[in-house]
């Protein structure tokens, strides 16, 4: 490791309205100026739209940008989040497996809306419903506080808690292998985000923890988000072993969600460190070429 003067703040896990985060993309570009940091990627869930969209936003002084795109997947091992970076936007390949994830997330959408109806006669408007219908990746934050507008949850957690996760949709997802593949395919690189968190209130260390990153790895993996907003200093260092141990890349990110979470802006853990991981430092310089900077 060397030594790291904190001359540069990073957060490559930030997501905008367009998934399930509430900043528009411009608002996330300012937002970030504003905190300071000097390289940003936004990784909305199983969309490109935002992402496409803050490179023409950038001017002189503005931080660095890299594409990013964090896809929802599950397998029958279990859950997780393939995070994509650095990618060609114009290759087909990330655009076909996002079709496919759009596509099972509004089927989800749908069979979320019937439970809650059928179950417990909450209903909603036309417009409304058709509002979430419209949205590019409707998820359970969105239906929650469309519960919480009509009264029928106090918060967005209690409704997602209480109601919503009592319904148990088909198993159609985006497995890791088809995530890894369509990153890679179109030249980027498939880090796995908070890679200790699993299902729910699941967490996945040690042996499990190792037998699950040499299996992506057979897919294709190429890191790990070291330094999350949700990781205690134990947490980290067990990822960081771990990405030593097979040499992988680590990154930085807070998973930023504007006010749908309590996650601040640019919070990684990073700055408790006084030392860059050699992961991280390898993936900077790969990123390098692939950047949009002014």
């Known amino acids: 490791m060397n030594d790291m003067k904190h001359t540069f703040k990073i957060d490559l896990h930030i997501h905008t309205a367009f998934s399930d985060g509430t900043d528009r993309p411009e608002l996330i570009k300012n937002l970030v100026k504003d905190k300071g940091i000097t390289l940003f990627s936004v990784t909305d869930h199983d969309t490109t739209k935002a992402a496409g969209l803050i490179p023409p936003l950038l001017q002189e002084g503005d931080p660095d940008f890299l594409s990013g795109i964090e896809f929802s997947c599950r397998d029958e091992k279990g859950k997780y989040h393939i995070l994509g970076y650095g990618y060609d936007p114009l290759s ?14 509004m089927d989800k959408l749908s069979q979320r809306l019937d439970f809650l109806k059928n179950e417990y006669g909450f209903v909603f408007s036309i417009e409304d419903t058709q509002s979430l219908f419209a ?24 409704a997602i808690n209480e109601y919503i996760n009592n319904c148990h ?57 070291g330094f999350y907003s949700g990781f205690t200093a134990k947490l980290r ?27 601040r802006l640019g919070y990684t853990g990073l700055d408790e460190v006084s030392q860059l991981p050699p992961g991280l430092e390898s993936f900077l310089e790969d990123i390098g070429d692939r950047t949009i900077r002014f």
């Open 92 to 105: 087909p390949h990330i655009e076909k497996v996002v079709a496919m994830g759009h596509r099972y997330r």
């Open 135 to 158: 949205l590019s990746n409707p998820g359970k934050p969105h239906i929650g506080n469309m519960m919480v507008k009509y009264g029928y949850a106090e918060n967005k957690q209690q």
């Open 169 to 225: 949709s088909d198993n159609s997802y985006v497995r890791p292998e088809q995530a890894i593949g369509c990153i890679l395919r179109s030249g980027g690189i498939p880090i796995l985000a908070h890679p200790a968190y699993g299902s729910g209130d699941q967490l996945i260390l040690g042996d499990e923890m190792e037998k699950r990153l040499l299996r992506l790895m057979d897919f294709g993996l190429k890191g790990l988000e």
């Open 237 to 263: 260092d067990e990822m960081l072993f771990f990405a030593e141990k097979y040499s992988l890349y680590i990154t930085a990110g807070s998973d930023y969600h504007g006010k749908n979470k309590i996650v």
